[in-house]
């Protein structure tokens, strides 16, 4: 689902995703970081990802639109591999609570 407007704010560190119909979110760029889409974090097919830690600090330096189904995320860490597509983004932003309480939780 491809949001209708799509705007990162530097000092907050939050991108926000405007769907329309009362459908708004806000991602921290750490979350949206930590659950980058990259093999790096993901691992191949789902195998070998490394859960990325301490990345409170990392904000989002540059976005660039992929065809008209995905957002390339640069960080301030050098991480730029992952493409989140438009359904992944919808899912980050619906499932944020339980996605951050897992990271927390597998992060100790």
């Known amino acids: 689902m491809k949001p209708l407007a799509v705007e990162y704010r530097r000092q907050e560190r939050l991108l926000y995703l405007d769907y329309g119909h009362d459908q708004r979110y806000s991602l921290p760029a750490e979350f949206l970081r930590v659950h980058s889409p990259s093999a790096e974090v993901q691992g ?3 195998v070998g990802g490394i859960l990325p830690h301490h990345k409170q600090d990392v904000s989002i330096t540059a976005m660039e639109p992929c065809g008209f189904y995905a957002l390339r995320l640069h960080f301030s860490d050098g991480h730029s ?8 983004l919808f899912n980050l932003a619906q499932n944020q609570d339980q996605l951050w309480q897992n990271y927390i939780r597998d992060a100790k």
């Open 44 to 46: 191949h097919g789902g």
């Open 81 to 88: 591999s992952g493409l989140y597509t438009w359904d992944y």
